[in-house]
Nanobody, 123 residues
Framework: QVQLAESGGGSVEAGGSLTISCAAS????????VGWFRQAPGKEREGVAH???????VYADAVKGRFTISRDNAKSILYLEMNSLKPEDTAMYFC?????????????????WGQGTQVTVSS
């Protein structure tokens, strides 16, 4: 059973940077899509960035050019580097995985989830 655990969240001022991580254990997927979602209070969970085992990466328009997703395959750790942060980036950030190389923006397509890490950006 795949287990995911996020870390690295915190508070930062607008314009600042933060990198959050997601450590995976029990990893058995040879083909996969892994990604980051976020959910702000009162809002639906939304996809932020995804990547698959072929290195394909896709970003939501709201974060394109500011966020970078990457994965250390040897350590099974997924990262999200966030630059030029804005107050509207404030949310709980979740990592997720699905056992297929096809990535979807819909959260229902993902099988495995972490518990989330809070990112707060102050103006």
């Amino acid at each position: 059973q795949v287990q995911l655990a996020e870390s690295g969240g915190g508070s930062v001022e607008a314009g600042g940077s933060l990198t959050i991580s997601c450590a995976a254990s029990g990893w058995t997927y040879s083909r996969y899509c892994v990604g980051w979602f976020r959910q702000a209070p009162g809002k639906e969970r939304e996809g932020v960035a995804h990547m698959n085992n072929d290195g394909f990466k896709v970003y939501a328009d709201a974060v394109k050019g500011r966020f970078t997703i990457s994965r250390d395959n040897a350590k099974s750790i997924l990262y999200l580097e966030m630059n030029s942060l804005k107050p509207e980036d404030t949310a709980m950030y979740f990592c997720a995985a699905r056992p297929s190389g096809y990535c979807y923006w819909e959260s229902a397509q993902f099988d495995d989830w972490g518990q989330g890490t809070q990112v707060t950006v102050s103006s």
